[in-house]
């Protein structure tokens, strides 16, 4: 494994739009380094837009991304693929592709004419893959997979890029809750022991609390609100971002909020089963502290 230095990654009066429609007017911010960056918010308010630009894939009209304090549009593609890796919303393969091949592709960045591929490289896809549990598919067709499944070579192809600041637009999607929390502890894993800087678009605002050190709110376009989680959480600012009347209690694992949304048709349950209900999570949090994992 290459020794991590640490990079930084901010941006500065950005605009950025699709032909003549302007998303992003006037966004300003900086990524903690070597911190968890959740980005929260309603559908097209932007998060996409945002993190396409902060990786270079989209040109803002104004402003400017700033990778290691230098306008990164400044910067040689392969020098930026070095840096920072981006797994995006959709991602589109080539037609027949094996699980290997694509995850392979994530070394691209650092293999050149003269520098051919290396054991380096084969340790770092094996890695990636053994850390998203997707060996036991290596050899099959991306096409012929799960949902599921190809979302987990997708972030299997972004590790194994081993880059200092790793960018993953909702990279949860289509995962079952064992995958998800795999995936969202994975990430935790690189960003204590290697401090890499993780930046990733979350809908579910109770994982974005629990795993995020900084969270970012946006909406049309606009950074709302930013900060620590359990600062930035509360009901006024779930509804202004959302339009969503929710009540913001204690995440009974991890402290941190959680977001219970109201709904329309939610059916009351009886103070009676309500008492016995909360009664029964409180015993078991409190049973010793923090909730056992299950062997597996
Ligand atoms: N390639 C494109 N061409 C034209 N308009 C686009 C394009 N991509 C996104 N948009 C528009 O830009 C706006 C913001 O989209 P974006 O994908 O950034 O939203 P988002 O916050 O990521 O939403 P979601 O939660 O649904 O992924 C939306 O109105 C969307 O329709
Ligand atoms: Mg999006």
């Known amino acids: 494994m290459e020794p991590v230095t640490e990079h930084s990654l901010a941006a500065d009066g950005l605009a950025v739009g699709y032909d003549q429609r302007e998303i992003i ?5 900086r990524i903690p380094t070597g911190k968890i960056t959740v980005i929260v918010g309603a559908n097209a308010c932007g998060k996409s837009t945002l993190l396409k630009t902060l990786a270079r894939l989209l040109k803002p009209s104004r402003g400017t ?42 070394r691209y960045p650092r293999t ?23 060996l036991s598919i290596a050899d099959r067709p991306i096409d012929e997979l799960s949902g599921g499944q190809r979302q987990r070579v997708w972030i299997a192809m972004a590790l194994a890029q081993e880059t ?13 809750l064992t995958h998800q929390f795999e995936v969202l502890d994975l990430l935790v894993d690189l960003n204590k022991s290697e401090s890499r800087t993780i930046v990733l678009v979350l809908h579910d605002l109770n994982q974005a609390c629990r795993f995020g050190d900084h969270l970012i709110a946006m909406k049309n376009g606009e950074i709302v609100a930013e900060g620590d989680p359990r600062k930035v959480i509360s009901e006024e600012v779930v509804e202004e971002v959302f339009g969503l009347a929710v009540k913001v209690i204690p995440d009974p ?13 939610t059916t009351r349950t009886s103070p009676a089963a309500n008492g016995t209900a909360a009664a029964a999570l409180a015993a078991s949090a409190a049973a010793d502290g923090v909730c056992r994992p299950i062997d597996r």
């Open 253 to 265: 694992v991890a402290g941190s909020p959680m977001v219970v949304p109201i709904g329309r048709h």
């Open 164 to 176: 200092d600041i790793l960018l993953l637009d909702e990279p949860t999607t289509f995962l079952d």
């Open 65 to 106: 991304v700033l990778l290691d304090g230098k306008s990164i549009q400044q910067i040689p593609t392969r020098e930026v693929a070095t840096k920072l890796g981006l797994l995006p919303q959709s991602p589109a393969a080539p037609e027949g592709i094996t699980v290997a091949d694509l995850v392979g592709r994530g």
């Open 25 to 29: 007017h006037d966004l300003s911010v």
């Open 112 to 134: 050149r004419w003269i520098r051919q591929w290396s054991k380096e490289d084969d340790e770092a896809v094996a890695a990636a893959m053994t850390s998203t549990d997707v």
